[in-house]
Protein backbone atom coordinates (compact mmCIF):
# COMPACT_ATOMS: atom_id res chain seq x y z
CA UNK A 1 0.00 0.00 0.00
CA UNK A 2 0.87 3.00 -0.67
CA UNK A 3 2.48 5.21 2.39
CA UNK A 4 5.33 8.12 3.11
CA UNK A 5 7.02 9.12 5.91
CA UNK A 6 8.29 13.17 6.66
CA UNK A 7 10.34 14.61 8.52
CA UNK A 8 10.40 18.53 9.45
CA UNK A 9 6.28 18.34 8.99
CA UNK A 10 3.92 21.04 10.10
CA UNK A 11 2.20 20.04 13.14
CA UNK A 12 -0.92 17.93 12.28
CA UNK A 13 -3.24 20.58 13.78
CA UNK A 14 -2.06 23.34 11.02
CA UNK A 15 -1.96 20.93 8.41
CA UNK A 16 -5.37 20.36 9.16
CA UNK A 17 -6.61 24.44 9.27
CA UNK A 18 -4.82 24.53 5.80
CA UNK A 19 -6.84 21.08 4.32
CA UNK A 20 -8.71 22.32 1.12
CA UNK A 21 -10.95 19.70 -0.37
CA UNK A 22 -9.62 18.71 -3.82
CA UNK A 23 -11.02 17.09 -6.72
CA UNK A 24 -9.42 15.81 -10.13
CA UNK A 25 -10.63 13.22 -12.77
CA UNK A 26 -8.02 11.71 -15.17
CA UNK A 27 -8.16 10.53 -18.77
CA UNK A 28 -9.62 6.95 -18.04
CA UNK A 29 -12.57 8.36 -16.52
CA UNK A 30 -11.42 8.48 -12.89
CA UNK A 31 -12.70 10.53 -10.27
CA UNK A 32 -10.55 11.16 -7.38
CA UNK A 33 -11.93 13.40 -4.17
CA UNK A 34 -9.68 14.39 -0.76
CA UNK A 35 -13.43 15.28 0.99
CA UNK A 36 -13.22 16.25 4.18
CA UNK A 37 -9.91 16.43 7.19
CA UNK A 38 -10.74 15.36 10.81
CA UNK A 39 -8.57 16.28 13.72
CA UNK A 40 -7.98 13.86 16.47
CA UNK A 41 -8.88 15.46 19.85
CA UNK A 42 -4.98 14.71 21.03
CA UNK A 43 -4.34 16.17 17.69
CA UNK A 44 -1.58 13.28 16.33
CA UNK A 45 -3.88 12.01 13.65
CA UNK A 46 -5.71 13.31 10.62
CA UNK A 47 -7.74 11.12 8.93
CA UNK A 48 -8.82 12.62 5.10
CA UNK A 49 -11.95 11.40 3.99
CA UNK A 50 -11.15 10.27 0.47
CA UNK A 51 -13.96 8.80 -2.23
CA UNK A 52 -12.44 7.43 -6.01
CA UNK A 53 -14.89 6.25 -8.70
CA UNK A 54 -13.14 4.12 -11.12
CA UNK A 55 -14.88 0.82 -12.47
CA UNK A 56 -17.76 0.08 -10.65
CA UNK A 57 -19.54 1.89 -7.19
CA UNK A 58 -17.37 4.45 -5.56
CA UNK A 59 -14.72 3.96 -2.77
CA UNK A 60 -15.01 6.04 0.55
CA UNK A 61 -11.80 5.04 2.61
CA UNK A 62 -9.43 7.71 4.79
CA UNK A 63 -5.78 8.45 4.54
CA UNK A 64 -4.49 8.79 7.98
CA UNK A 65 -1.62 11.20 8.89
CA UNK A 66 -0.34 10.37 11.71
CA UNK A 67 2.46 11.97 14.20
CA UNK A 68 4.99 9.61 15.52
CA UNK A 69 7.87 11.73 17.37
CA UNK A 70 9.22 13.66 14.95
CA UNK A 71 7.57 12.40 12.22
CA UNK A 72 4.75 11.84 10.13
CA UNK A 73 3.70 9.03 8.39
CA UNK A 74 0.82 8.99 5.54
CA UNK A 75 -1.23 5.75 4.95
CA UNK A 76 -4.10 4.25 3.84
CA UNK A 77 -6.27 3.44 7.18
CA UNK A 78 -5.32 -0.11 8.08
CA UNK A 79 -9.04 -1.09 9.04
CA UNK A 80 -11.47 -2.03 6.01
CA UNK A 81 -10.02 -3.78 2.64
CA UNK A 82 -9.20 -0.73 0.43
CA UNK A 83 -7.71 -2.29 -2.79
CA UNK A 84 -4.72 -0.72 -4.41
CA UNK A 85 -6.10 0.60 -7.29
CA UNK A 86 -4.47 3.44 -9.08
CA UNK A 87 -6.87 6.38 -7.73
CA UNK A 88 -6.52 5.11 -4.18
CA UNK A 89 -2.45 5.42 -4.94
CA UNK A 90 -2.94 9.06 -6.06
CA UNK A 91 -5.18 10.38 -3.85
CA UNK A 92 -2.50 9.16 -1.20
CA UNK A 93 0.06 10.71 -3.19
CA UNK A 94 -2.04 13.85 -2.94
CA UNK A 95 -2.33 14.10 0.42
CA UNK A 96 1.35 13.44 0.78
CA UNK A 97 2.35 16.46 -2.05
CA UNK A 98 -0.12 19.10 0.16
CA UNK A 99 2.84 17.47 3.51
CA UNK A 100 5.85 18.57 0.80
CA UNK A 101 4.19 22.02 -0.30
CA UNK A 102 4.13 22.72 3.61
CA UNK A 103 7.96 21.79 3.75
CA UNK A 104 8.06 18.64 5.18
CA UNK A 105 11.11 16.32 3.96
CA UNK A 106 10.68 13.16 2.81
CA UNK A 107 12.37 10.20 4.85
CA UNK A 108 10.76 7.34 3.17
CA UNK A 109 7.85 6.86 0.53
CA UNK A 110 6.89 3.86 -1.66
CA UNK A 111 5.56 6.54 -4.37
CA UNK A 112 6.41 9.00 -6.91
CA UNK A 113 6.19 12.71 -5.28
CA UNK A 114 7.20 15.33 -7.77
CA UNK A 115 4.45 16.93 -9.29
CA UNK A 116 2.96 16.08 -12.68
Do not use: Y
Request: net charge neutral; glycine share 6%; with cysteine.
Amino acid sequence: MPHATFTDAPPLEEFWRQFRPFKSHDERGTITEGRSAFLRQDRKVVQVQCLVIEVGPPVIFHVLCEEKGNRVTIRCESHGHVARTRGVKELVRQVALQFLAMGACVESTNMELEQV
